[in-house]
């Protein structure tokens, strides 16, 4: 005979809690995974899922200097500043107060990195890497100036 | 064959796993947020202005980043929770702490305008622990179904997690993302757009176009293919080992850090208290058989 009596069986299981509890999450998993929307910590899992080419759009800053014109680069910037690409890239459809706002807010990082920078731009442009792996700017949009 | 389906997910999400299965997964878990929350340098995010935070949806509430020194009191708290954890003092609360802690901070981190996925494997497999049983013998290999769901659950939400990445990948590029240019120009580009560790490897990688073609199918793969640890326990070391390797290659070939997604998917993945009981055994072998009286065999081979 089996020691292990139909009583026990029953205790040896997952609470009911631990079902809801499992399904809570699965369900805040699977919505976003499936259709692919991002509400942090939800989220799509999109990531690197776009193919990469020849052409890209890019989004940075251009700072005018004492020393000419600067194409500025994420690492030159402190820590918290560096993923500022991406929200430069909301700027197009944002209202002036907005991007003066954080175009403001960028200058004084480039000038800790740049001291003689009069002003910056926020530009998107459309890249290419050719087939030495050298970097073209084939157009440059400016979305918003700043200086002071 | 819908009772077998429904049978075949109930086991692989409440199934039997041991007691001290439980307890180590969690306690690597929570060393591994501690780690996490001792090295990353949150207080260098506060230095933001204003105009540059975009509070993620469950931080909507913040006008402003908060203080540096609510943030470096947060990250203390963490730490000293998950540590708590760790040595299994006060495990659920001390492990909710932790995890509360850490989620705010990561929260903070990724209110910069940008979708972080760094931290959120870790985040999300920890999270299935938070209500996990407090077992009475944290030693006991017995398996048990009321101590196995939040080790299967969380196996199976790495799975998924890994699964949806393959499946955004080819409805977004489709089979191309693999066998097309994709790769090549990931690695041409990395230079630009990213800090790679190796960038002479990357120049490589990116300019013979086999190699890149192999990298990027080995990750779609490993993706698609991730889901089948749930139902085949053998397959979880090699599994474990590939992501490992690709989380690291992404390191150094893209200056891409996912190390969290390093440590995570081996603690989740393998069994630390049978390794290291098996481990313990294999220690004792050589004393037990140099006791044993000439003539007899020593106990406990194989």
Redesign the interface.
């Known amino acids: 005979m089996n020691s292990v009596s139909q009583p026990d069986l029953r205790?040896?299981?997952?609470?009911r809690?631990?079902?809801v509890?499992?399904g809570v999450?699965?369900t805040l998993?699977?919505v976003p995974?499936?259709i692919?929307f991002?509400?942090?910590?939800?989220?799509?899992?999109?990531?690197?899922?776009?193919?990469?080419?020849?052409t890209?759009i890019?989004w940075g800053i251009e700072a005018r200097t004492a020393d000419g014109t600067v194409d500025v680069t994420w690492?030159d910037l402190?820590?918290?500043?560096r993923?500022?690409a991406?929200?430069i890239a909301?700027l197009p459809e944002a209202p002036v107060s907005?991007r003066e706002?954080?175009c403001?807010?960028?200058l004084?990082a480039v000038r800790d990195a740049f001291p003689t920078t009069a002003s910056i731009a926020l530009v998107r442009d459309r890249?290419a890497?050719d087939d030495e792996?050298r970097?073209t700017v084939l157009e440059r949009e400016r979305i918003h100036e700043c200086s002071g | 064959m819908m009772s077998r389906l429904r049978a075949t997910i109930d086991d692989a999400l409440f199934g039997p796993e041991s007691a001290a299965r439980l307890a180590t997964t969690q306690r690597l878990l929570a060393a591994a947020i501690a780690i996490r929350l001792v090295l990353t340098p949150f207080a260098r995010f506060t230095d933001v202005p204003d105009d540059l935070v975009f509070p993620v949806p469950f931080l909507w509430w913040l006008e402003s980043r908060p203080s540096r020194e609510l943030v470096i009191g947060l990250q203390v708290v963490g730490v000293v929770a998950a540590l708590l954890a760790t040595a299994r003092r006060w495990p659920r609360a001390a492990f909710a702490v932790g995890w509360l802690c850490y989620l705010v901070l990561a929260g903070l981190r990724a209110s910069r305008g940008k979708v972080l996925h760094n931290d959120l494997l870790l985040l999300w497999t920890a999270a299935v622990f938070l209500f996990a049983p407090v077992p009475h013998d944290e030693r006991d290999r017995t398996p048990s179904r009321r101590y196995g769901w939040p080790v299967r659950t969380s196996i199976a939400m790495m799975a998924l997690i890994y699964w949806f990445a393959a499946y955004h990948k080819l409805r977004r590029s489709g089979p191309a993302w693999a066998w097309g240019e994709n790769m090549e120009y990931v690695m041409r580009w990395a230079p630009f757009a990213g800090e790679p560790r190796l960038p002479d490897l990357t120049h490589w990688v990116g300019n013979h176009r086999p190699v890149a073609v192999l990298a990027a199918a080995s990750i779609l793969a490993l993706e698609l293919l991730f889901p089948l640890v749930v139902w085949w326990r053998r397959a979880r070391p090699l599994v474990a080992a590939t992501a490992v390797v690709l989380h690291l290659g992404t390191w150094l070939l893209l200056g891409l850090d996912y190390s969290m997604w390093i440590v995570t998917v081996p603690i989740v993945l393998i069994d630390w208290s049978a390794a290291g009981t098996r481990l313990d055994r294999r220690r004792r072998e050589p004393e037990r058989a140099s006791a044993a009286p000439a003539g007899e065999p020593a106990l406990n081979r194989g």
Do not use: C, E
Not at chain 1, 78 to 81: E, I, K, M, S
């Open positions: 205790r040896d299981a997952a609470p809690w631990a079902r509890w499992v999450l699965f998993l699977v995974g499936l692919g991002d509400w942090w910590p939800l989220t799509g899992w999109r990531m690197y899922s776009v193919s990469n080419r020849a890209r890019d690492p402190p820590l918290g500043y993923l500022a991406w929200p909301t907005q706002g954080m403001m807010a960028l004084d890249r890497i792996d970097l």
